[in-house]
């Protein structure tokens, strides 16, 4: 170049620090010399390149899932399909762990095998957001809990979950997510109740499945779990849950194969607890007969976090990975292998279905790359979903929405409601601004109901009281057009509930509210369902689980209309915990709270057991056969319109098609929650009738829409132990349609073959 002056056309190429370089300069020599320079670059570089492409051919994304693990497997030593087994620990798990530090700081990571190409599998919870977001100094928004998402009883509302938080996952340099809780309600004081998906397995296994389908399509691993019974938290790795084979797999274990058949995830959790003598990490049964042979399920299970019990014994049964240290994985299996105690095949497979699942669910193919989320867009999708999910329970001579014009004053009344809401405690816990809280704190979110109130409409006159002396709440009840009362129910992973009570006086408090003033909405902030001695004192009530990091807003938007309530129960609201099927939770004997990172003995046994007689009637199954009365019903919830339904023609056939008409026959636009229900013949020893299919439809006032739902085979089977097989009878099957399960205006009866 003379002078720096570029001549002829110049591609300009920024190589490093070398800026402007015209290659396609009239000097020859110096065209020459550059054209040198950038073939000793790339010479440099392409080995590196190549690696990851040409010498390693599982790297051919046109292969199998299974062809690419087996390529991978055949050039495995012996140490490295070990490592694949276990984790390398968990921060703030008591023992000692000299990798950890190689750990992205979540709760458990699996080394790397980089002469492969094998990256780390980084994991973190993530029910309802990503976990331990402050002590990594990163951000995490809150969704509504996964109790709630289950309310909006929409799949593509729990894609929308799921996707968000793949997505932070893989933002904070995660690929693999712990969340897909998908326990069934057989106990509503579970603490839980909130990180799953309710009490029917048609409902929870549709939800979690499609949550977990678009979280493993951001190229993470997904995980449904507990696998399974895990219905309680008192005693969870001390307890022998006691059930029959028919009952599980018409309640429990349904959840899971709906929800896996779904979304294929690429992991499967099982529990602390034992099912029938054996845990359920060392479960053949529940491991291999169900899941592997009759599901088919091709990925792998790992064990909750200290709930592996044994290596030779849990290795046959069909665990695969232990978590979050080698106790049983590590030194162990390898002697065990030596020693010819676990054949090689077996441990192929374990690796297989590891290296299987991280193909399949994108981790090889698409590195993760730490990158800043777009908090706005989430923070509104959020809200969105917690408006969906928000039901409507009570609303007295049309209290709600508030309306503008002869409501000029409200009360906002409530322990932190000039702050903050109220959200899920234990692994779940998501982090809000500020420093992490210490295990199985109560968590406010920094998004307030005064705030939001106030918000909603500037000319009202909003004013708060906290209600820690209920006379002063009541006395500003008395001067105003309408109180709002904010009263929670905290609950966490590790414990359950001592009752259904909303604890603090909260009840008292609503009395006193009330009485001064009838014009009072309760609104919950609750993991599960609650009993309300209050219920005929209030004017209108509304259920706002733990509404996530936009909950308070997403309350307003409710309350003044702007959205129009269309959630509904995904679980009985029982009256009293009399009426439940265990009246009193079975306490371990020494009193619960789990053993965490100690080293169990090998095989230990469990100390006490559960019966759960009460068998598939779980939730509103159980009520209806036992003709017990409840508070508010299974898929329950009223709107801002109303709907009638007609025309109900079921037609028969191996698959029957379920038609009818809804029309919205109020003055505003809504969305109802269509639900179908069917009763199996007499003989079927069933109760009164289950969940066969529901439709969410949005109708404009006046609209009327014709729903046609098939209803699969599965729905009228029941489960034949005897043949372990699922089976449907011949004779008279009844569907009913309506907007609850205690609200069924079409019925007709067929016969089926
Ligand atoms: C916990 C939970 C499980 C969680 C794991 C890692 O004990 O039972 O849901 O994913 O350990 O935190």
């Known amino acids: 170049m003379d002078g720096g002056k570029l001549k002829g056309s110049t591609v300009v190429t920024h190589v490093g620090h070398w800026r402007n370089i015209s290659v396609l300069s009239h000097r020859w020599w110096s065209s020459a010399a550059m054209l040198g320079v950038l073939t000793i670059i790339f010479a440099m570089a392409a080995p590196a390149i190549a690696q990851s492409s040409e010498q390693h051919p599982w790297m051919n994304k046109s292969l199998s899932s299974d062809e690419r693990a087996d390529m991978v497997l055949k050039e495995m030593t012996l140490a490295e399909k070990i490592g694949l087994l276990h984790g390398e620990g968990m921060p703030g798990w008591s023992r000692v762990m000299p990798k950890l530090y190689l750990g992205n700081g979540g709760a458990g990571f699996v080394l790397a095998v980089p002469r492969l190409g094998i990256p780390q599998i980084e994991m973190s919870d993530a029910a309802y957001g990503v976990r331990m977001s402050a002590q990594n100094g990163r951000y995490s928004t809150a969704l509504p809990a996964n109790i709630a998402a289950a309310a909006s009883w929409d799949p593509e509302a729990a894609c929308d979950y799921g996707a968000l938080i793949g997505g932070e996952l893989r933002a904070q340099g995660y690929n693999m997510s712990l969340g897909g809780g998908v326990n069934l309600t057989r106990e509503p004081r579970n603490g839980r109740t909130f990180e799953y998906q309710g009490e029917d397995p048609l409902l929870a296994g549709t939800l979690a499945g499609n949550r977990i389908k678009c979280e493993q399509a951001q190229h993470v691993i997904g995980d449904i779990k507990h696998y399974a019974m895990n219905d309680q938290e008192d005693g969870r790795d001390e307890v022998d849950v006691i059930i029959s084979r028919r009952a599980m797999r018409e309640s429990d274990l349904l959840a899971f194969q709906i929800g896996i058949g779904i979304a294929n995830p690429g992991a499967v959790m099982c529990s602390y607890n034992a099912v029938n003598g054996d845990y359920a990490c060392q479960n053949k049964y529940t491991l291999t007969d169900v899941l592997k042979k009759d599901w088919q399920f091709k990925g792998f299970v790992l064990s909750d976090w200290g709930g592996t019990h044994s290596t030779v014994k849990a290795s046959a049964a069909g665990l695969d990975m232990e978590q979050p240290l080698d ?41 993760t790359q730490k990158s800043v989320i777009d908090v706005e867009a ?13 039901v409507l329970l009570k609303n007295k001579d049309g209290i709600l929405p508030l309306d503008r014009k002869t409501v000029r004053s409200i009360a906002v009344i409530g322990p932190h409601a000039d702050t903050g809401m109220i959200s899920g405690g234990g692994s779940a816990q998501v982090d809000p601004p500020g420093p992490a809280s210490p295990w199985q704190a109560h968590v406010w979110f920094p998004t307030s109901p005064l705030k939001a109130v106030s918000a909603a409409d500037p000319a009202i006159k909003v004013q708060f009281d906290s209600g820690a002396d209920p006379s002063s709440a009541a006395a500003l009840a008395r001067q105003v057009d309408v109180a709002i009362v904010f009263a929670y129910q905290w609950m966490s992973e590790g414990k359950d509930l001592p009752n259904l009570s909303l604890p603090e006086n909260q009840d008292a408090l609503i009395e006193q509210v009330a009485a ?15 009993t309300m001695p209050w219920i005929d004192k209030v004017s209108g009530v509304l259920e706002a689980w733990y509404a996530g990091s936009k909950g308070a807003d997403a309350v307003a938007d409710v309350l003044s209309g702007d959205v129009n309530p269309s959630a509904k129960l995904p679980l009985t609201f029982p009256r009293s915990e009399a009426d439940l099927p265990h009246p009193d939770l079975v306490k371990p004997p020494g009193g619960g709270g789990d053993a965490g990172a100690v080293v169990k003995p090998e095989d230990a046994k469990p100390t006490f057991s559960v019966h759960y007689d009460e068998g598939l009637k779980v939730g509103y199954k159980w009520y209806d056969a036992e003709n017990k009365p409840v508070l508010f019903p299974f898929g329950y919830g009223l709107s801002y319109t109303t709907y009638q339904y007609s025309d109900l023609k079921v037609e028969p056939g191996k698959e029957p098609t379920v038609r009818f008409v809804v029309k919205n026959t109020g003055s505003r636009a809504g969305a109802e929650i269509a639900e179908v229900y069917v009763a199996l013949p007499a003989d079927a020893g069933e109760p009164p009738k289950r969940l066969a299919g529901w439709s969410k439809v949005h109708l404009n006032p006046g609209e009327s829409r014709e729903i046609s739902l098939p209803v699969n085979a599965r729905e009228l089977s029941i489960y034949d132990e005897g043949a372990d097989a699922w089976k449907q009878l011949p004779g008279r099957y009844t569907f009913m349609v309506g907007g609850s399960s205690k609200d069924l205006p079409l019925q007709q009866a067929i016969n089926l073959p």
């Open 378 to 390: 989430n923070l509104a999708i959020a809200r969105r979903i917690a408006g969906q999910s928000i």
């Open 516 to 530: 001064a003033n009838p014009r009072t909405i309760v609104v919950l902030e609750t993991g599960t369902a609650v």
């Open 327 to 367: 106790d049983f994985f590590g030194q162990k299996l390898k002697q065990a292998v030596e020693a010819g105690k676990v054949s090689m095949a077996e441990l192929d497979d374990h690796a297989h279905r590891i290296l299987r699942s991280e193909f399949e669910d994108g981790l090889v193919d698409y590195p």
